[in-house]
């Protein structure tokens, strides 16, 4: 039997601690998660619930204070700074919020060729094909030869995901790519996305607080206070007549302690808060108010 593969992304336990003179602030409080190698998966979540504190621990920006994190064989708590950059360099790829991270001054034939240049890559010809490649990927081979300033929104965050892969890296890491951008040029760029990871097997993680963007994966993981709450996994069934159908069904994220956070439309539908009661059933938990009887389960 083949063995299944360690995942691209795995995170256990994951702690960041932010300390000034007189704060100190929990940013990820024990996070757990896991990516699969070639999965695309999309983190949702509201301002201040950690999503930013973990794309720059998982992209190697900034070091976890406890825990596990280990990123395309990296292990993100023990790397060096020499490690740390060659990680940087070609393991990850990294596409920003901002367009702007493409170079101005540069086509995006060029802005793609640097990157590759940088990490020691093909040179001449086969420097050429591959540009030429991934702007035919994501669908902007139009824009060859020309600067940000002579592309639209949607063409320079196109170009800025195929400099996001120019040094074929195993994990891309997306920071609100489509945060800026109008619906109908949001769904091209991550059609071009899901093409990296179908085509190119990318292991893609899409960080935003824009909860559309999940539907557009099959996999959708919220944090919430630092954790990681609730996971929405998304897949097509076939009905009794032969016509398929998408389902898409919700879990609470269950830790190595036991703890887990019941999503707000619970808490708030069923007035639960402060503390509860909890009933073992034979195949089921069952949880009520404190003041409650009857409940509900």
């Not at 824009?143 to 949607?154: H, L």
Request: hydrophobic share 40%.
């Amino acid at each position: 039997m083949t063995p299944t593969p360690a995942p691209d992304i795995d995170c256990v336990d994951l702690v960041r601690i932010f300390r000034t003179k007189d704060v100190e602030v929990q940013a990820l409080q024990g996070l757990t998660l896991r990516v699969g190698r070639g999965d695309m998966v999309a983190v949702i979540g509201a301002s201040g619930s950690g999503k930013s504190t973990l794309l720059n621990v998982l992209s190697g920006l900034d070091q976890p204070s406890a825990g596990r994190a280990i990123v395309a064989g990296h292990d993100m708590l023990a790397m060096g700074r020499r490690e740390r950059l060659a990680f940087q360099r070609t393991s990850v790829g990294f596409v920003w919020q901002q367009t702007a991270r493409i170079l101005p001054y540069l086509t995006a034939a060029q802005n793609i060729a640097a990157v590759i240049a940088i990490a020691g890559g093909p040179r001449g010809a086969a420097r050429t094909r591959r540009v030429d490649e991934l702007l035919d990927l994501l669908g902007v081979g139009e824009v060859r030869d020309r600067t940000a300033a002579e592309m639209s929104g949607g063409q320079q965050q196109r170009v800025a995901i195929a400099v996001a892969i120019a040094n074929d890296p195993t994990v891309l890491l997306a920071d609100e790519p489509t945060g800026e951008l109008d619906e109908a040029t949001s769904e091209e760029v991550l059609g071009a996305m899901r093409r990296v990871n179908e085509e190119r097997g990318v292991t893609t993680l899409i960080v935003t607080h824009d909860a559309t963007v999940s539907d557009q994966v099959r996999r959708t993981v919220q944090i919430r206070d630092g954790r990681t709450s609730t996971e929405v996994m998304r897949s097509t069934r076939v009905d009794e007549l032969g016509a398929e159908y998408a389902v898409a069904e919700e879990f609470a994220v269950l830790d190595r302690v036991g703890r887990m956070q019941l999503p707000a439309t619970f808490t708030e539908s069923l007035d639960l808060r402060d503390r509860v009661r909890l009933t073992l059933e034979a195949d089921h938990v069952s949880v009520r108010r404190s003041d409650d009887t009857e409940g509900a389960s």
